[in-house]
């Protein structure tokens, strides 16, 4: 039996052709997709495609495209053994967090890439990535697929979803986990990281779509001023903030700024603390500078990257209203976001 593969083409880079009148970049028809990608017919999988009607560049992305996206995976669900989906590089961190956070028990992959060149353009990188990023969706071993999760694949790697950050806005290599492993190495074979990799679970899918968008971020930086805070949590209707703080997450320990978090935070609004280095993990309570934090109900996000933590706290938000609940699913790992 062929692996049965459905990708689904959201916009972004990879999906665009010139357009020979004009020269201009446009969406190509995906129904056509192997004309311009020769080599998926060589590959014994069958191939469907989905594409949104009006194709988005990722940076216009959005939890109703992210609910359409797992909508079409639910609908597929067991017609299919992988899925591929085609986004934006921009924000594909994102909503490859997101997914992972809404497809509760998956057991199939769902493979996230894209493209720094459009797939028309001769030296792209979106043939390469599309072509193992399918090979990888329907990849099994006994029958079992081998990435039972939310993954991207970009230049010869795979990535577990909610651990990835865009890196290059230039280079084909654009993606990275910095504090996760990779999950696999497309070199002359594909090598997976086995012991990385999710295990399969044995339970129905279970689809939350629901988001609560009252959500932001702030990012500390010295000489921030007392103003400027009370003003950001003076927002209304504002639920819940994801606190981007220095070091392994240390803020300043100015009595106001302390002041003005303790009073958002009896307010109602959710604070979560996530580090602005790249690698290594909040701890609050090592120095001076965050035991105030600590006290006051700050939950630690340890090593969640900003991309997964703000995209879980609209997911917990909609599901979750008291302290205790809020607490405990931001600092329960659902899907490998966190150690
Ligand atoms: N701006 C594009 C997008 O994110 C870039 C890309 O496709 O990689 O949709």
Request: aromatic content about 10%.
């Amino acid at each position: 039996m062929k692996p049965k593969i459905l990708i689904i083409y959201t916009g972004g880079t990879i999906g665009m052709i010139t357009d020979p009148e004009t020269g201009a970049l446009k969406p190509f028809d995906f129904n056509h997709i192997s004309e311009e990608v020769p080599d998926l017919k060589k590959i014994p999988y069958q191939l469907d495609t989905l594409f949104f009607k009006d194709p988005i560049d990722s940076s216009n992305i959005t939890p109703k495209a992210w609910i359409k996206v797992a909508n079409q995976i639910e609908e597929h669900y067991n017609q299919y053994d992988g899925f591929v989906v085609l986004h934006g590089s921009d924000t594909m961190a994102y909503s490859a967090s997101a997914l992972s956070f809404m497809l509760r028990n998956l057991a199939k992959p769902v493979i996230f890439t894209g493209s720094q060149l459009p797939i028309g353009v001769i030296r792209t990188d979106g043939k390469e990535n599309l072509v193992t990023a399918i090979e990888i969706a329907g990849s099994q071993i006994d029958g079992k697929p081998i990435i039972p999760e939310v993954a991207v694949y970009f230049e010869y790697k795979l990535y577990r979803g909610n651990r990835t950050t865009k890196i290059n806005a230039e280079h084909f290599k654009a993606f990275a986990t910095f504090d996760y492993p990779i999950l696999a190495n497309a070199g002359i074979k594909i090598d997976y990281n086995f012991n990385k990799i999710l295990p399969l679970v044995e339970k129905p899918l279970e689809v939350h779509k629901s988001f609560n968008t009252n959500v932001a971020i702030l990012t500390l930086f010295p000489g921030i001023s007392q103003k400027y805070i009370h003003h950001f949590f003076s927002a209304p209707n504002l639920k819940g903030v994801v606190l981007h703080t220095f070091g392994s997450g240390n803020a300043l320990s100015e009595d106001w700024f302390i002041e003005e978090l303790n009073r958002a935070i009896n307010n109602g609004i959710t604070l979560l603390n996530v580090t602005q280095c790249k690698m290594g993990e909040v701890i609050q309570g090592r120095y001076e500078t965050s035991k105030a934090l600590e006290k006051i109900g700050v939950i630690s996000g340890r090593d969640i990257t900003l991309e997964a933590a703000i995209t879980k706290m609209m997911l917990v938000l909609a599901e979750f209203s008291s302290v205790e609940s809020i607490k405990k699913e931001l600092t329960t790992s659902y899907c490998g976001e966190m150690k």
